[in-house]
């Protein structure tokens, strides 16, 4: 089946404790995405990968790092969380290198830093 | 970036009468345009999409029209259902920017 799974789905930590969220997709899309979604804010782009090695910055990459080392895994870090990164946190992948094309989204992942 | 406005933030209606969300964007070289939904508890998911060389597309009760010139797309539902209460999000993609996400309407229908 054709699915993005990111781990973990809940995640409550407290500040300063780095972390990882994993996203990995079995689709071979070039295009993966990471988001944040907070209420009345919509989703906001964090970072994103066009290709393997090749990472760039959303709208709101502070406090965040991604790596790309293979096509299919895309993860997310927080070396530091802070309180305001509490969040839900969607992964996305699509088949189009600029991400024109529909986006595919992981169940989400929704984190408390305390 | 590109900047993404969609209005309304929510909108009520009664179960059969039509919705209408629009969206407005900055970038003029922004080519596609799609729209997701996201229900409760869940991830968005694509519902329907538009490439700016067409200005009307329709799917059963969804369509997307696009107004190239003014900067503009809408997304119309008729006959509402309750299933269709959900959170819809707008996004454009293309141009010179990354995937923009508006900030999404919330939509109810009421039985």
């Known amino acids: 089946e054709a699915q993005v799974t990111q781990n973990p789905r809940y995640l409550i930590t407290v500040t300063g404790k780095k972390l990882t969220v994993t996203c990995s997709q079995n689709?071979?899309?070039?295009?993966m995405s990471w988001y944040r979604q907070d209420p009345g804010l919509g989703l906001r782009q964090i970072y994103y990968s066009m290709n393997v090695e090749v990472t760039d910055k959303g709208d709101v990459p502070e406090g965040y790092k991604v790596s790309r080392k293979e096509k299919r895994n895309f993860p997310l870090i927080l070396e530091s969380p802070s309180p305001n990164q509490t969040s839900l946190y969607f992964c996305?992948?699509?088949?189009?290198?600029?991400?024109?094309?529909?986006?595919?989204f992981g169940e989400g992942s929704r984190l408390t830093v305390l | 970036g590109e900047n993404v406005e969609q209005h309304p933030s929510t909108l009520s209606v009664q179960e059969g009468d039509s919705a209408v969300i629009k969206c407005t964007y900055s970038?003029?070289?922004?080519?596609?345009f799609p729209w997701y939904k996201q229900e409760l508890g869940k991830r968005p998911q694509l519902i329907i999409d538009i490439r700016s060389n067409v200005g009307e597309k329709k799917d059963q009760r969804i369509a997307v029209t696009l107004n190239k010139t003014a900067k503009h797309f809408s997304l119309h539902i008729t006959e509402t259902q309750p299933e269709d209460s959900a959170v819809y999000f707008c996004a454009v993609a293309g141009g010179s920017y990354i995937p923009t996400f508006g900030r999404g309407t919330s939509l109810i229908v009421h039985p």
């Open positions: 689709m071979n899309h070039e295009y």
């Open positions: 996305a992948s699509s088949l189009n290198i600029l991400g024109e094309g529909e986006l595919f």
């Open positions: 970038d003029s070289a922004s080519n596609y």
